[in-house]
């Protein structure tokens, strides 16, 4: 059974900057496509970003280009997304998420998807 424990998040000012980690307990991490989302109260969970099995290949939703990065570290089986100039509107519970991709290395949806962590909690106050 896979699982994903994301770590690091946590209340910051607006313009601050936070990084948030996602641990899969793997060994094969470096076939999996990996991905944010976030969900905010009373709305639907978003894709954020996504990053390809080998890391050469990311995508951002337009509101988080310029200011967020997606990585990951295959030795380790961790994917990071660093968060810069973080404005009110990115307050979310962010989550990670996993699927092994053969042929389709980014995955944008959330049904594409099959492993989910169990999210961590962004706020950003004004």
């Known amino acids: 059974q896979v699982q994903l424990v994301e770590s690091g998040g946590g209340l910051v000012p607006a313009g601050g900057s936070l990084r948030l980690s996602c641990a899969a307990s793997v060994r094969t991490f470096s076939l999996y496509a990996m991905g944010w989302f976030r969900q905010a109260p009373g709305k639907e969970r978003e894709f954020v970003a996504g990053i390809s099995p080998t890391g050469g290949s990311t995508h951002y939703i337009d509101s988080v280009k310029g200011r967020f990065t997606i990585s990951r570290d295959n030795a380790k089986s961790t994917v990071y997304l660093q968060m810069n100039s973080l404005r009110p509107e990115d307050t979310a519970v962010y989550y990670c998420?996993?699927?092994?991709?053969?042929?389709?290395?980014?995955?944008?949806?959330?049904?594409?998807?099959?492993?989910w962590g169990q999210g961590t909690q962004v706020t950003v106050s004004s």
């Open positions: 998420a996993g699927k092994v991709s053969v042929g389709v290395v980014l995955l944008t949806t959330r049904a594409q998807y099959d492993y």
